[in-house]
């Protein structure tokens, strides 16, 4: 979610700034960097920063303040986990707002916005799915994957829709206009993830992190 350095007070980029720096700083920590070395895995997770810098670069305005776009953070928490998918939606921004030219003042609260609030929900989804619902493969696709991606669009949209009404509040409906366009991209968002993580985990299973064959195909492990 784009939000004009106009719009953000610069208290809120200092902070956001910091924030950024301690999740990109506990990422790099925690990342499973040993995965990258399997087969396909670094090509894999490449592959994705560009398709997702490609996601990102395709936005709609809301009036004069929030532009929205697809996140595909779910799809990438499903693929690598929270922390490889955290640095590869950082990237994928860094490369987004360096190509359109968008400056840098709102660059860590965009991808806080757009990958950090997104994955926090894709993860609690898939795990809420794991400790309350039977291990089944459409469990997985529908919940974990749609659902997931539904919800991370919604809280992302909300967090920014507060964020606008509380930068303009002498507007108290600012945020009012972004409901109808934060719906479409709900749904689009889960559509987008379901359809895709449902074909990888059918012809490509390895590229999941996420999903186990043990657990959801009963099989010993992935073929």
């Given at each position: ?49 560009v398709f997702l810098a ?148 059918v012809y490509r299973p ?18």
């Open positions: 979610m784009y939000l004009p350095a106009s719009l953000v007070p610069e208290r809120w980029q200092w902070l956001a700034s910091v924030a950024l720096f301690a999740v990109l700083v506990l990422a790099v920590a925690r990342a499973p960097w040993s995965r990258l070395r399997e087969d396909e895995q670094s090509h894999l997770w490449l592959g994705m920063i490609l996601l990102w670069s395709v936005a709609s305005g809301v009036g004069q303040t929030v532009r929205f776009h697809l996140l595909g953070a779910t799809l990438a928490y499903l693929l690598f986990g929270p922390w490889l998918a955290m640095l590869a939606l950082g990237t994928a921004g860094a490369a987004v707002t360096l190509a359109n030219g968008l400056g840098w003042a709102t660059y860590p609260l965009h991808v806080l916005l757009s990958a950090a609030v997104p994955i926090a929900v894709s993860d609690r989804v898939l795990r809420i799915a794991e400790r309350r619902l039977p291990p089944n493969y459409f469990i997985y696709v529908f919940v974990a994957a749609f659902l997931g991606g539904t919800l991370a669009m919604f809280a992302s949209g909300l967090a920014t829709a507060s964020l606008v009404a509380l930068a303009m509040p002498e507007a108290p409906h600012a945020g009012e206009d972004l409901l109808p366009m934060l719906l479409m991209l709900g749904f689009g968002e889960g559509t987008l993830t379901g359809m895709l993580a449902s074909l990888m985990v390895r590229w999941v992190g996420t999903f186990s064959d043990a657990r959801y195909l009963g099989r010993g492990e992935k073929e």
